[in-house]
């Protein structure tokens, strides 16, 4: 049986003296290391004096070069995996690698390291017991919107990665779906300009448009605010509003009930008869 390997090397997510020293190790004795950004990854090893032979692997060649590496670990080297920061396979092409490892059968070892994600999150202040990644929100407005109204009703913390050039018009994107929730904004985690604002979503997305924002970015949105006093009941007009709002955009109306009891946290039963079961009372009420 071949003893190659692929290991899966976390590195860190700003700081290089975040490294593990399993992952430094691995560095240094694998036979080659894949890199999402060669350029990134031979700082790190400039650092720790590391002369491992280096090959690119990313988004843009990742068709062409994934049989390649899977073919090296089966004849029996063994391959790191690092990605421009934080765990391979996370938001980025290396878990095509993985996949492809997996199921050619061969061994896949992740060492793990720095997580953006898990470092926002504790550092945001909101919730920790329960949270939902979902990595980069679509850019298009209707498409993104869609995503969040099936997110909303969730009782975790929301964790997002976005670029700073779009992290303004994001955060007033979920302000519209998820009004008055906790938020924060990290960016430049580790490093010398590390920087964590919290306030009310609203609140923080006019604050990050007033700002140029540099580095990378995690946005989180605290759950829903769940009162110990009894809610107010729901009102069906209400309720058929917004399911007609949706019909006449083009949804079916299925849909739209189940849309509409994500967003307001109302049972979807409660939210049909609202919406249809209204219509066959006497007078349409």
């Given at each position: ?6 290991i ?24 080659v ?45 063994s ?5 421009d ?9 290396g ?9 050619e ?17 504790v ?47 994001t ?45 990378e ?12 006093t ?18 006449v ?30 219509a066959?009372?006497?007078n349409?009420?």
């Amino acid at each position: 049986m071949s003893d190659g390997r692929l290991i899966v090397c976390a590195t860190p997510i700003g700081n290089l003296g975040d490294v593990t020293l399993r992952v430094l190790e691995a560095l240094k004795t694998v036979d080659v290391i894949e890199a999402e950004d060669t350029r990134v990854t031979r700082k790190l090893l400039a650092r720790f004096k590391i002369a491992t032979p280096l090959e690119p692997y990313h988004a843009k060649n990742l068709e062409r070069r994934t049989p390649e590496v899977v073919a090296r670990v089966r004849s029996g080297q063994s391959v790191a995996l690092v990605s421009d920061a934080g765990t391979p396979g996370i938001s980025d092409p290396g878990a095509h690698l993985v996949d492809a490892c997996i199921d050619e059968g061969l061994t896949v070892e992740v060492l793990p390291g720095a997580s953006a994600i898990v470092t926002a999150l504790v550092a945001s202040g909101l919730p920790t017991h329960a949270f939902y990644f979902g990595g980069f929100l679509p850019r298009k407005v209707g498409e993104r919107r869609r995503a969040l109204e099936k997110l909303a009703g969730l009782e975790a913390t929301l964790v997002f990665y976005e670029s700073p050039r779009r992290a303004a018009s994001t955060l007033a994107g979920i302000a519209e779906v998820m009004p008055d929730r906790r938020a924060a904004v990290a960016r430049e985690l580790t490093k010398l300009h590390e920087e964590v604002i919290r306030d009310d979503v609203g609140a923080l997305a006019g604050t990050i448009a007033q700002r140029e924002i540099k580095g990378e970015v995690v946005l989180l949105v605290g759950p829903p605010d769940r009162s110990t006093t009894a809610a107010p009941a729901p009102d069906p007009a209400a309720l058929r509003r917004q399911v007609d709002a949706l019909v006449v955009g083009g949804m079916s109306r299925k849909d739209a009930v189940r849309a509409v009891s994500d967003r307001t946290g109302v049972a979807r039963n409660e939210v049909y008869d609202a919406a249809v079961g209204a219509a066959t009372e006497p007078n349409g009420r």
